[in-house]
């Protein structure tokens, strides 16, 4: 490993020692750019550091900015995609970051930044789309996590439409279309291999469609729990290649 670029990765770790995180430091790991993103996290936007290398990109939660950083997430970017996102009133130069574990949207402070971030993302994408055969099913498929939508844009429930959410009326998020459902529009859970390893919960129409077109592909038994179930891949809707 380059000598400059092993202690550029290790000064990462550094970042956040003593918080439980995964050690980055990795043979053909290369570091390739750092910075602050504005993340729509699910009680609103946030800001977020974020470390992208040339296998993963790597986001937490700022403590002490430029010293200390918490709460480490990975995202393998084999199976990983970038859809550009509109602008909003108050968020702007955004774009989607889809993955099989989570999707999320992020927003930089200038559409110079914003491009920059995705054409270094997007690169690395093409390059592990050469090491890595079977990443373009993943995306082909569409299999990522749905983008969860934030508690404050779904004041009732967006399935029946009737439940108002109070501290004692809680939140749920639907782990197959994000959508903020009341806890009697999500009581199934399904297994979404491709998410989890154990079942999740989903919302009603949800589980309705995806238990309907397992019958109509014949991988549906009445005699199998749904949590047996797998998500079927759907089209995709973006991909890249």
């Known amino acids: ?62 403590k002490v900015p430029h010293k200390k950083y918490v709460k480490q997430r990975i995202i393998p970017l084999e199976y ?21 574990g989570k999707s999320f949207v992020v927003y930089a402070d200038s559409e110079r930044d914003k491009a920059k971030w995705m054409d270094q993302i997007n690169e690395c994408l093409i390059a592990v789309s050469s090491r890595v055969a079977d990443n373009l099913v993943s995306r082909k498929n569409n299999n990522y996590s749905p983008v969860w939508i934030p508690d404050n844009e779904a004041p009732e429930c967006m399935a029946c439409k009737k ?8 939140r749920h998020h639907c782990r197959k279309c994000g959508y903020v459902v009341c806890s009697n529009c999500s009581s199934n859970k399904l297994l979404l291999k491709h998410q989890s390893d154990k079942p ?5 129409n949800c589980y309705l469609k ?21 998500v079927l891949a759907e089209p995709a809707l973006v991909v890249i290649s």
């Open 1 to 62: 490993m380059d000598p400059i670029n092993e202690n550029q990765i290790k000064q990462v770790d550094e970042y956040f020692k003593g918080s439980g995180a995964q050690t980055l430091l990795k043979e053909g790991r290369i570091l390739l750019g750092q910075g602050s993103l504005t993340k729509m996290c699910r009680k609103g936007p946030q800001r977020r550091q974020f470390f992208l290398f040339n296998d993963i990109l790597v986001y937490a939660s700022i």
């Open 80 to 100: 990983a995609g970038l859809t550009s996102t509109d602008n909003t009133a108050e968020l702007k130069h955004g774009w989607t970051i889809n993955s099989i």
């Open 163 to 170: 439940t108002k959410f109070t501290a004692i009326k809680r």
């Open 200 to 204: 999740l919960r989903v919302c009603d």
């Open 210 to 230: 995806l238990v309907d077109d397992w019958k109509k592909l014949g991988i549906y038994s009445s005699d199998s729990s749904d949590s047996e179930q797998e």
